[in-house]
């Protein structure tokens, strides 16, 4: 159903020097494409293998999590629940949450300091209307399905290995936003499995160091493998951001006709320029991963074009 694999398109060269390519996992194929979609159907799968009859996911307001397992559980006829993040006041109209709301999935707001008690909740409420639910992120507290989820971007890191192989390019990095881990440890996975040496670097959208490093070597697998989880390029945190990853939305939208947004893509795309200008040598080959996101472009539109909302 995902139209896989995805395609690697060649950008030019990085203001160091460095070719860089770029996977269009923008391009899946299903609801704007994105990450999201490698991982729902993964975990959608694993639901299926388990007997469950209802999905229920977790995410911010702006969630593509959500806004995808909604729309590939419509798509399936499974009925979902998307329980949804945020501290009062905070529970904005974005276009993934309208777009969830379009596909007919329930929706419960939480605070951030209460979703294993919501979880828990919500769960045996479904059991008493007679349902067999499943939990994304497996247990309440949000551990469990690391091997499901891991799936996803191991095929996506064969893909990119298959591709080296193929067109004889050979990448020394893999840049890509990191935010639960799920993506970058099933990269790593990946890597190990099929034995490649590229470095993987997740820049951070959202969490320091320890606790994404933590959350990444949950989702890849034991290994001995180092953790590239770069924290210094969040700009002060979720969502936030500032004038250089609006000039790098810019030039993706502008030289390319690609769009990138301000809470994943564009800030891990400034900080992997900012990593390789303190940290390359100039002779890097360089792969961005560009994992979605699509609806949080116009999510901005609608900001800079009225920055009360
Ligand atoms: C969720 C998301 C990420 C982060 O992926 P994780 O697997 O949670 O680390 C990156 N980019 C986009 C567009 C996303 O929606």
Redesign the pocket.
């Known amino acids: 159903m995902l139209l896989e694999p995805t395609p690697i398109q060649y950008l030019g060269k990085l203001p160091g020097g460095q070719d860089i390519f770029m996977k269009r996992d923008d391009l899946l194929g299903f609801s704007f494409g994105?990450?999201?979609c490698r991982?729902a159907a993964a975990f959608l799968e694993d639901m299926e293998e388990k007997g469950k009859d209802f999905m229920v996911s977790y995410g911010s307001p702006a969630?593509?999590?959500n806004r995808t397992v909604a729309g590939m559980c419509k798509s399936r006829g499974i009925p979902c629940l998307l329980i949804v993040a945020g501290e009062d006041g905070d529970q904005e109209l974005t276009f993934n949450r309208q777009m969830a709301a379009a596909f007919g999935a329930e929706q419960v707001e939480c605070s951030k300091s209460r979703v294993a008690e919501t979880v828990g909740q919500v769960l045996e409420e479904l059991r008493g209307r007679g349902y067999d639910p499943y939990y994304l992120y497996g247990s309440r507290y949000g551990t469990g399905n690391e091997a499901a989820a891991r799936k996803a971007?191991q095929k996506a890191y064969n893909e990119i290995y298959k591709w080296q192989n193929e067109s004889r390019i050979k990448l020394t990095h893999i840049f890509?936003?990191?935010?639960?881990?799920?993506?970058?440890g099933g990269l790593m996975a990946g890597r190990r499995g099929a034995g490649g040496k590229e470095e993987i670097v997740?820049i951070s959208?959202a969490r320091d160091r320890e606790r994404g490093e933590a959350a990444v070597r949950r989702y890849a697998g034991d290994g001995p493998e180092a953790i590239l989880f770069e924290d210094e390029y969040r700009c002060g945190g979720y969502g936030l951001y500032d004038r250089d990853i609006e000039r790098v939305i810019g030039e993706m939208m502008d030289s390319h006709g690609i769009a990138l947004?301000p809470?994943?893509?564009g800030k891990?795309y400034a900080g992997m320029e900012k990593w390789l200008e303190s940290r390359g040598t100039g002779r890097e080959t360089v792969l961005f991963i560009h994992?979605?996101?699509l609806p949080?472009y116009f999510d901005y539109l609608n900001k800079k074009r009225n920055p009360a909302v």
Not at 176 to 184: E, N, P
């Open positions: 994105g990450n999201k991982l969630s593509n999590l971007y890509h936003a990191s935010g639960t881990g799920m993506t970058q997740g959208v947004d809470t994943y893509t891990a994992t979605g996101g949080l």
